[in-house]
């Protein structure tokens, strides 16, 4: 009963280092998701994927790079990173669009760039 | 640009009391509103809400959507203390792949 896996769990990166977070689904999702979310600030799409090969950039994408090779893997990578990508991560999935239906979301990664 | 907003951003009650969360919208070919409920990890999923009026209950928690006025609320009653939380309102419009979310309201539930 996985659901969404992310790992890891916390990292801390030094400034311009690079580094992908994993994120795996076990119900058969189509559509995953990748969140950003900053202290007090709620949730912001950074990338999202309709299905395998299939990805676009939702509303804070720079700085990431995604790939959805297939369904249940969409990792999430950070290049040359930044004191401003210090947030917590959350990936997520669904069934359908979003107008269909809700999300499942992984436990999230803290990552923190200094 | 599509907003979502949440009012109080914090609250703090004591165990039995009713709260009111509110959430505001403008969201373009609005389609759903959901709540979900955080405590320390993942969010969790409460209520899809697409119709006006067509109140959704769980235990004690329930939701409505006025698609008139453009918000939503959600009430708890009898609160306790393990509905402390921060509980997020987002919005998806028609076609959409994505949801807006609000900044979300931090509910602390005092014994």
């Known amino acids: 009963n996985a659901g969404v896996t992310q790992t890891p769990k916390f990292r801390i990166l030094k400034i311009g280092q690079s580094m992908t977070l994993q994120c795996t689904q076990d119900?058969?999702?189509?559509?995953m998701y990748w969140y950003r979310q900053d202290p007090g600030m709620g949730l912001k799409l950074i990338y999202y994927?309709?299905?395998?090969?299939?990805?676009d950039k939702g509303e804070v994408p720079n700085g990431y790079n995604v790939s959805r090779s297939t369904t249940e893997d969409f990792p999430l990578r950070l290049e040359l990173a930044a004191p401003s990508q210090t947030s917590v991560y959350f990936c997520?999935?669904?069934?359908?669009?979003?107008?269909?239906?809700?999300?499942?979301f992984g436990e999230g990664s803290r990552l923190t760039v200094l | 640009e599509d907003k979502v907003v949440q009012s109080p951003l914090s609250l703090v009650v004591h165990e039995g009391d009713t709260v009111t969360l509110n959430c505001s919208y403008e969201?373009?070919?609005?389609?759903?509103l959901l709540w979900y409920k955080q405590e320390k990890k993942a969010p969790t999923f409460l209520f899809m809400l697409?119709?006006?009026?067509i109140e959704k209950k769980s235990g004690r928690l329930s939701s409505i959507l006025d698609k008139k006025e453009l918000f939503s609320i959600l009430n708890i009653t009898a609160t306790q203390t393990g509905d402390s939380a921060i509980y997020l309102c987002?919005?998806?419009?028609?076609?959409?792949?994505?949801?807006?979310f609000g900044k979300g309201t931090k509910l602390s539930v005092i014994p």
């Open positions: 969201v373009t070919n609005f389609r759903s």
């Open positions: 997520a999935s669904s069934r359908g669009g979003m107008d269909t239906g809700e999300l499942f």
């Open positions: 697409t119709s006006s009026g």
């Open positions: 994927s309709v299905g395998a090969g299939i990805t």
């Open positions: 119900m058969n999702h189509n559509y």
């Open positions: 987002a919005a998806s419009g028609a076609g959409s792949y994505q949801l807006t």
